[in-house]
């Protein structure tokens, strides 16, 4: 078991900056990949950012490639979500995962290449 709790959600206003972290507890951190997805209100959860085991390649979801920038630290057993010039189109509840996979785009760029999910944390950016 891998446990995932998410930190850093706020309100922000359009423009603005927030940064988002993710605790991970349980299994050895950094055998996994780490990913972020968003679900806003009446929507399918979608892809955000990824990152992987080796931390040797990041993926964007076009609409955040350029402004958001993920990261990890595998000493702190931590993965965090960089976001800048936020837009109103960008609220969400973000969540955490974490996927024990093979490190391909195909893999970590979907919810099925995940194993673990934190709770989400609400971003809200208004205009």
């Known amino acids: 078991q891998l446990q995932l709790v998410e930190s850093g959600g706020g309100l922000v206003q359009a423009g603005g900056s927030l940064r988002l972290s993710c605790a991970a507890s349980g299994h050895t951190f950094s055998s996994y990949n780490m990913g972020w997805f968003r679900q806003a209100p009446g929507k399918e959860r979608e892809f955000v950012a990824a990152i992987t085991w080796s931390g040797g390649s990041t993926y964007y979801t076009d609409s955040v490639q350029g402004r958001f920038t993920i990261s990890r630290d595998d000493a702190k057993n931590t993965v965090n979500l960089r976001m800048n010039s936020l837009k109103p189109e960008d609220t969400a509840v973000y969540y955490c995962?974490?996927?024990?996979?093979?490190?391909?785009?195909?893999?970590?760029?979907?919810?099925?290449?995940?194993?673990?999910w934190g709770q989400g944390t609400q971003v809200t950016v208004s205009s």
């Open positions: 995962a974490a996927g024990f996979r093979e490190d391909l785009r195909d893999v970590v760029t979907v919810s099925s290449g995940y194993d673990y």
